[in-house]
């Protein structure tokens, strides 16, 4: 066999084997099917200004997180269904929530308890 035949047959074999490869990699991935489950949770964020708490009320879903930011000069603190939760805020300072269970809390501010708001989890 000349080295020309011999060429053209290794380089034949070569180009099959690669088609062959090509066709069990598409096959695989045509049968896969993938999911993405990640499932990210909302965050809302509540402002304390001028002695109030805007929006006062938030509808949110279970998981959700509630984010309360004092930009009142004035510390603030946050009180859920009468358990106090914060340690003071001082200003520009945050205090997050998540909440898990479904239902109505209502919460306060510890150090003005006529600042009302209220998240509703569904």
Request: net charge positive.
């Amino acid at each position: 066999m000349t080295n020309f035949k011999k060429y053209i047959l290794w380089a034949v074999s070569l180009v099959v084997l690669v088609l062959i490869i090509i066709s069990i990699v598409w096959v695989s991935n045509k049968n896969t099917i993938s999911v993405n489950t990640t499932i990210k949770n909302a965050i809302v964020n509540v402002s304390i200004k001028n002695f109030s708490f805007n929006p006062a009320q938030i509808n949110i879903k279970t998981g959700d997180k509630v984010v309360w930011v004092n930009q009142d000069s004035i510390p603030h603190s946050i009180v859920i269904n009468g358990i106090r939760k914060s340690e003071t805020l001082s200003l520009n300072a945050s205090f997050e929530q998540e909440f898990n269970i479904p239902g109505t809390y209502s919460y306060n501010c510890g150090i003005h308890p006529s600042m009302k708001g209220t998240v509703v989890v569904k």
